[in-house]
């Protein structure tokens, strides 16, 4: 299949882009999936209501068809279309941050295809906080069930050259709105019990949650690898970088001594760490992720690094470890699960 890609060169101005997003749209609307734009990464749409297109999402990414996709609308009147039972709590927090990085599991009404939900009870849903986005998803009339847009096991994709690397050949479009602004994925929180769980940490902190609507519980997968998930997606490796990577929770020395000792033996070694601290290493390759002060930052660039060690020839990556808190909370789940949970501590 023939890849055709519309690059938007101003996402701000409507007019100069709506010739393409009219193409994107009309194929979307004819059962193809095309990629596009959000604010965290890109996503791979298809039209939730048509369970032929959606199934082309599960082959085009080698997705297991049991982790089920979220559903993407531009305007809140569509979202009782397809949940009911929508408690006062995820009002408040639609009130505060939609559009935007914050996915909510409701109770599902029906009215799209079981290959979305993957026939659970409930529908995840959120409105993507991205003018190219919005436009689509308004433009085809339709709920786009969007995954991000890499294949599985791939970090996601934060530029559209990602999703070119990935899935060229595989779909029927991308639409290249430049780079993502947050880097890792939505917050998913399900909002189905009286507390609220985090499903899944991003974009959205718990913290800022809180302060709207009192305490929320966190999934105890997130903390114990050994728990069954409560989100299918959960119980995935993610992506797993090519040579093993390792999380040192504890000081720049200590990290070096660690590199210092892999080297001697031979061994090519690279470091993930932060522009204020890349000077610091002497390693194979140092590839500075952000910066610690500002964590949005590292969040950012974060899969793009990730893609990068990938393209190096070293055989292992020690990465520096980052506060759990605020959006830190994603960059460390995202972190943990590329490293299969290795962490070494300082003594
Ligand atoms: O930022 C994002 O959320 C991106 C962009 C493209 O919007 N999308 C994304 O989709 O990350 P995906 O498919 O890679 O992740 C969806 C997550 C998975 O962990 C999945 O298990 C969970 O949402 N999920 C979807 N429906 C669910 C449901 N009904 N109950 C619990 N978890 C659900
Ligand atoms: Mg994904």
Same mark, same amino acid.
């Given at each position: ?198 499903? /899944?940490?991003?974009? $959205?902190?718990?913290?800022?949650? #809180? ?7 966190? =999934? %105890?997968? @997130? ?41 001697? /033996?031979?061994?090519? $070694?690279?470091?993930?760490?932060? #522009? ?7 390693? =194979? %390759?140092? @590839? ?60």
């Amino acid at each position: 299949m023939e890849t055709k890609i519309w690059i938007v060169d101003n996402i701000e101005d409507k007019s100069q882009f709506y010739p393409q997003i009219s193409q994107a749209a009309q194929l979307l609307r004819a059962g193809e999936i095309v990629a596009f734009p959000t604010e965290t990464v890109y996503g791979l749409g298809a039209n939730a209501t048509n369970t032929a297109a959606v199934e082309k999402i599960f082959s085009a990414k080698g997705r297991p068809s049991d982790n089920p996709l979220i559903v993407h609308i531009a305007q809140l009147q569509q979202l009782e279309e397809f949940a009911t039972d929508i408690p006062t709590f995820a009002y408040q927090l639609i009130e505060r941050f939609w559009p935007g990085p914050l996915t909510l599991v409701l109770k599902a009404k029906g009215n799209i295809s079981e290959k979305v939900t993957a026939g659970l009870p409930t529908v995840a849903v959120r409105m993507p906080n991205h003018p190219i986005a919005l436009a689509l998803i308004s433009e085809c009339g339709l709920p786009l069930a969007a995954p991000s847009a890499n294949l599985s096991g791939r970090p996601s994709p934060t530029t559209a050259k990602h999703v070119y690397d990935d899935l060229n050949g595989r779909i029927a479009g991308i639409v290249d709105g430049g780079e993502t602004g947050v880097g890792v994925e939505s917050t998913v929180l399900d909002c189905t019990e009286e507390i609220p769980v985090i499903l /899944r940490p991003g974009g $959205v902190t718990k913290e800022e949650i #809180e302060q709207v609507i009192g305490k929320v519980r966190i =999934d %105890v997968a @997130l903390e114990d690898k050994t728990a069954a998930p409560k989100s299918p997606g959960m119980k995935y490796t993610h992506y797993a970088p090519k040579s093993p990577l390792i999380i040192v929770a504890g000081s720049r020395t200590h990290l070096q001594h660690l590199v210092d000792e892999q080297r001697k /033996r031979g061994m090519k $070694v690279g470091v993930l760490t932060t #522009e204020e601290n890349q000077h610091f290493y002497q390693a =194979d %390759v140092v @590839l500075p992720c952000g910066r610690r002060e500002d964590l949005h930052t590292v969040a950012a660039h974060l899969y793009e690094v990730l893609r990068h060690f990938d393209e190096t020839d070293v055989e292992l990556i020690y990465s520096e470890s980052f506060p759990a808190e605020g959006i830190g909370a994603a960059i460390m789940n995202r972190l943990k699960k590329a490293a299969g949970y290795q962490v070494i501590r300082e003594k």
